[in-house]
């Protein structure tokens, strides 16, 4: 088992490397003269000097275009990602590890929360459907499980702010807080209800988005689960339907789902980067997109090798997932 | 030899085979018609007993099975799988049910344990009883299903044919067994469930029953997950076991073993054995008496020393000619029944033998023949025979 | 009647097979698997569903504007100034010097020409800039589906040759290429292509028109690795099989045995993900557009054409302009939703394994 596991880690390094190639390289997309134009600003007003912004040519590889100096440059800047130092924000003027820790609790707690909602809503749904296949009920489920993945998070998010915050008024248009109202040093309950409900609306986006998915995954393993020979064997004891459905049935199909659980971590810390933009939420992926439509090349680097840090981790902890969840695995 | 059939048309295609679209969506909506009038019938609750209560026809049967038919009903129409099956299983003996792949043994079986496939598989018409230990006659169509889990495993209690896909493989086999125990016995714990199912692995024979009770299916081997499904078929004594195939996915050696402990448990528990298989060896071995079913009808059964010293129907004879452990004379051509069984979803309305019955008669495109009495336990449905059980003569017999 | 016998045996010793054969064909009409599909996938509303809804947005988006230029002579960026009156209000409250709270109102009158509401000459109106919106949904529609298929068509392309050489040298080049997969798997989809589009409309010497192409590369590279798996997949289970050693004993060429026999056999698998596949990068796009980094301005796109009701610009689009924005967002649904039917249904016709 161990070896399995070290071998998957080894893929994962080696993977992570090549994204961090295939990151890197997008800063050869760059024209020369882009640093110069981002550090301007800084330059004049002090904040940088000479040295500064030529050191950070370097690092970024538009310092010396020949390819050992590209390689160079490369093997500096992976040797900081490794240090943790993912460099400095132009547009923040902090470092990005810090604007990351500062924004990522947000996001966070956004997509847990959907995340939940959705496991709670979506997977009895997918499993009444199983049950009840073919019936009026799995073809409306069913469609409305497409609907959620046809829908841009843009218009969702304009469609219910039209409906909820202007014209039934009932939830706040954007934003996290209220500016207009003022709190006391004590009033935590109010603030938290205040953001609470800035939140509802920006949740509700993404766990209509993602609840059929989840449900259509359960749908499709229940089937093929309650099609087996051992629930055949299972009713064939004397248990009822339900025991049968909920002992046996899904204890298998858990199994696929717990796996498919750890491909959500990106998006658990990484941000939903459209929502919280039309929802003006400042988390991570607001601030992301805000950086990458400013060409700010240290942020987004950074960010995108975190998300692909995530992504990685996420395909190990489901391998491990696995092990944890079927007893056929353990010994292999 | 030509083979003639009713279904063609002018050019000589079976049109019922293949369907238009407007036909497939007019038999979706029959058929839902029809399932929905029967889910409803069973799912009905606290049934007065007094509706599915009845009386046996001979006292001295466990069940008896009259006219059943059960259909399919599919995209493609109705699949008639058992048609008009009528036969007893005695308390005590094995019944040997043989027959091709798709005659209608499996759905039979499935059909005394109310565990037809649905909503697509119906039983349609027909009766099954079954006497309980209690002496209570029960008639088993028309049970209700929270009345009829109260039986299943209990006091009918079958065996699966693959072993190795017939376990549940996230949960331990001892806990598997003790589901069984505490379902259906009213005063168990679940250490006395343990101390059961510990016991009954020792008496199918496994040699340290303490660690395969602890075990994962996937840690045995398909003789050893075999002999778990009996074991936890007998947990609680039932009147009837019900083995579909048992030995087909095993291995020879293992096959005989299964076999004996089959009969072994017999003999103890004083129960019933319904043993479905295509294997005339194993038949021999183990029934004392024998149903032959072809597409979806009993065409003979008798003892079976009776079937297998006298068989009276063609296709009863090609089976014993077609055993490879025969002896056959150096030279001679393997014996197989030539054709194929009919389509299932269109019988003809004639003997379903026909076509490929090297005996055949004009007379047999005429009608189904009716069951011939050859002894009080051997029938046979053909019409080679005169209805006092002696063969037609030679002119009655017009060639076609 | 032994000598009968003697020949009937050989009869049928000889004959079994054909008579078998024969009867079999005599009872079971031979159609042809692509009518089988046909007739599995129609059999389903909800492919019917998607089907029509596929067909309406092409015609939509192909037909209509042809049409409404010959009928009225819209074009896709024509300014129409329509002038009505308004009425602008302003209402405050205010503290007077005496304390007291005091509310302020005002109305005027304006002349606007632009956010004209729908009409019999415009069905849907004008937007902010006085384009006609029906008009520009076209427009929107004729661009998306045209970038959407190119974008699936040379995804599909890539992944075939990729996965197919993955699969069929194995090995060494199967492991570089599985990696690269791999790889390009971990890369976070939206953000990647963020970054590649802001960088692209950030150099100056790429053109705006000129902007598409990349983008289509961009989203290619995204998208090739399902196709490969696909194929790879397919090929490696294929290879076990005995026509392939059939194929070998001719002596074709292993180029040829790679194209010719393996890929009529990925081809239910590869269509069905290319149409899924087709809703995905439309949705791409359209966010791409609504975040102005996708089709051009003035250029119409349904993406763009939500993203006038960006809260962060103001609210007034957004709550008393529906007309502006809400059409295109229901044709995106409906296009999406639509290949989404079409790809399940095919993948059911394919492969109604899981029917009753």
Redesign the interface.
């Known amino acids: 088992m161990w070896k399995y596991l070290a071998k998957r880690l080894a893929l994962g390094v080696l993977i992570l490397f090549g994204v961090s190639i295939l990151i890197y390289m997008l800063t050869m997309l760059m024209p020369a003269d882009y640093i110069d134009n981002q550090t301007a600003a800084a330059l004049q007003s002090g904040a940088m000097t000479k040295e500064d912004v030529q050191h950070l040519k370097e690092l970024y590889g538009l310092a010396d275009k020949s390819f050992t100096g590209i390689l160079k440059s490369y093997a500096k800047w992976l040797s900081n990602v490794m240090k943790g130092n993912l460099g400095r924000s132009f547009v923040y003027g902090r470092p990005v590890t810090e604007v990351l820790s500062d924004y990522i609790w947000i996001s966070f707690l956004i997509a847990f929360i959907s995340y939940i909602l959705e496991i709670i809503i979506g997977i009895p749904m997918g499993i009444k459907a199983a049950v009840n296949q073919y019936s009026p009920y799995d073809y409306t489920v069913s469609v409305f499980a497409m609907m959620g993945a046809s829908l841009p998070s843009f218009f969702l998010s304009a469609l219910l702010m039209n409906v909820f915050a202007i014209r039934l008024g009932i939830f706040p248009l954007q934003g996290l807080t209220t500016a207009t109202k003022i709190f006391g040093p004590n009033d935590h309950l109010q603030i938290f209800l205040d953001k609470a409900w800035h939140l509802v609306l920006p949740i509700t986006v993404l766990t209509l988005l993602g609840v059929g998915g989840t449900m259509k995954f359960t749908r499709t393993n229940m089937l093929e689960v309650l099609n087996s020979d051992y629930i055949r064997t299972a009713r064939a004891k004397g248990l009822s339907e339900k025991t049968v459905t909920y002992k046996h049935a899904f204890r298998n199909t858990m199994i696929p789902l717990v796996t498919s659980l750890s491909g959500m971590l990106p998006g658990l810390f990484g941000g939903a980067m459209i929502t919280e933009t039309v929802f003006a939420i400042p988390g991570i992926g607001y601030m992301a997109l805000r950086a990458t439509q400013q060409g700010d090349i240290p942020f987004v680097m950074g960010y995108n090798m975190f998300l692909a840090i995530l992504t990685v981790s996420g395909m190990l902890i489901s391998d491990i997932m696995y092990m944890v969840v079927d007893p056929r695995v353990k010994l292999s | 030899m030509s083979f003639l059939n009713n279904d063609k048309n002018a050019e000589g295609v079976d049109s019922s085979v293949y369907l238009t679209l407007r036909e497939e969506r007019r038999i979706s909506r029959e058929n839902a018609k029809i399932i929905k009038k029967y889910e409803r019938e069973k799912n009905r609750k606290k049934v007065d007993e007094k509706e599915y209560l009845t009386e046996m026809r001979d006292p001295s049967n466990v069940v008896e099975i009259e006219n059943l038919h059960t259909y399919f009903y599919t995209d493609v129409g109705v699949v008639k799988s058992v048609n008009g099956v009528s036969f007893d299983i005695p308390q005590g003996k094995i019944v040997g049910v043989v027959g091709e792949s798709g005659c209608g043994k499996s759905v039979t079986s499935l059909s005394i344990m109310q565990l037809v496939p649905g909503p697509t598989g119906q039983i349609v018409e027909g009766s099954i009883r079954y006497k309980a230990s209690d002496g209570k006659c029960y008639e088993i169509t028309k049970m209700p299903r929270d009345r009829m889990l109260k039986i299943r495993g209990k006091d009918i209690a079958m065996i699966f044919q693959e072993p190795m896909t017939s376990l549940n493989p996230v949960f331990k086999i001892g806990y598997q067994m003790d589901e069984v125990v505490l379902l259906h016995e009213e005063e168990s714990t679940p250490e006395s469930a343990k101390k059961k199912s510990i016991e009954m692995l020792k008496q199918v024979g496994i040699a340290d029953p303490e660690k395969v009770y602890a075990s994962y299916p996937h840690e045995l081997s398909g003789g050893m997950r075999q002999r778990v499904m009996i074991a936890m078929a007998l947990i609680c004594n039932p009147r009837l076991i019900i083995a579909d195939e048992p030995t087909t996915a095993l291995d020879v050696t293992i096959q005989a073993q299964i076999l004996e402990l089959l009969r072994e448990i017999k003999e103890k528990i004083n129960g019933s054995i319904m043993l479905i298989t295509h294997d005339l060896g194993v038949i021999a071995e183990m029934a004392d008496i024998v149903v032959v079913m072809y597409a979806g009808r009993i065409i003979e059964q008798g003892t079976v020393k009776e079937i297998f010293h006298s068989p009276k129907h063609p296709y009863t004879i090609g089976l014993m000619k077609s055993r490879p452990g025969r002896h056959i004379k150096e030279g001679e051509k393997l014996y197989s029944i030539k054709g194929q069984v009919p389509n299932p979803i269109n019988m003809p309305d004639y003997c379903y033998f026909y076509n490929r019955c090297d005996k055949a008669m004009r007379v047999c495109s005429q009608g189904y023949p009716d069951l011939i009495k050859f002894s009080p336990t051997h029938y046979a449905a053909c019409y080679l025979y005169n209805e006092d059980g002696s063969e037609k003569s030679a002119e009655e017999k017009e060639r076609r | 009647m032994a000598m009968n016998n003697e020949n ?2 050989k ?3 000889t004959d ?1 097979d054909e ?2 054969e024969s ?2 064909e ?4 031979v ?1 042809s698997p692509g009518r089988m599909v046909a ?1 599995r996938f ?2 389903s509303k ?1 492919s019917i569903a998607g089907l029509v809804m596929i067909i309406f947005v092409f015609l939509f988006s192909f037909v209509g504007p042809l049409i409404v230029d010959v009928t009225w002579g819209y074009k896709e960026t024509q300014v129409f100034k329509i002038e009505r009156v308004a009425d602008m209000i302003t209402t405050a409250e205010f503290a007077g010097p005496d304390g007291k709270t005091y509310s302020y109102y005002d109305k005027s009158q304006t002349v606007l020409l632009f956010k004209a509401p729908p009409s019999a000459s415009h069905w849907l109106g004008t937007d902010t800039s006085g384009f006609d919106i029906f008009t520009r949904l076209m427009y929107g529609g004729r661009i998306s589906l045209t970038i959407s298929f190119i974008v699936i068509f040379i995804e599909t392309f890539l992944g075939i040759i990729l996965g197919g050489l993955a699969g069929y040298y194995g090995k060494w080049v199967d492991q570089v290429i599985m ?2 997969v ?2 390009f798997n ?3 989809g ?3 292509l ?3 589009s ?3 409309s ?2 100056e ?1 790429i053109k705006a028109e000129h902007r598409i192409y990349y983008l289509m590369a961009f989203m290619t590279l995204m998208g090739w690795t399902g196709a490969a798996r696909i194929v790879r997949g397919q090929i490696l289970m294929l290879r076990e099989q005995e026509y392939m050693m059939a194929a070998e004993t001719t002596g074709i060429s292993a180029f040829n045995r790679i194209f010719k026999h393996l890929i009529p056999n990925t081809m239910p698998q590869l269509i069905v993900s290319a149409t899924l596949g087709l ?1 995905g990068v439309i ?1 791409y796009e ?2 791409l557009s ?2 102005g ?1 996708g089709v051009p301005f003035p250029r119409a796109a349904w ?1 763009s054409m ?2 006038l ?4 610009k103001g ?1 007034e689009i ?2 008393y302009y ?1 007309n502006m ?2 059409p295109a ?1 229901i044709l ?2 409906v296009t ?2 639509g290949f ?2 079409i790809g ?1 249904g095919l993948r059911d016709a394919f492969d109604p394994r ?3």
């Open positions: 009937e045996k009869l049928n010793y079994i008579h078998m009867e079999a005599q009872h079971f009409k159609i007739k129609f059999k909800l990696r690269i791999d790889i971990c890369l976070p939206l953000p990647i963020l970054i590649l802001a960088t692209i950030s150099i010497s809703g949705l359209s966010t609504y975040l980094l993406g939500i993203a009701a960006d809260p962060s609210q957004l709550a529906p924005w809400v967002g995106i649904v999406v939703l989404s039917f399940d899981m029917k009753r």
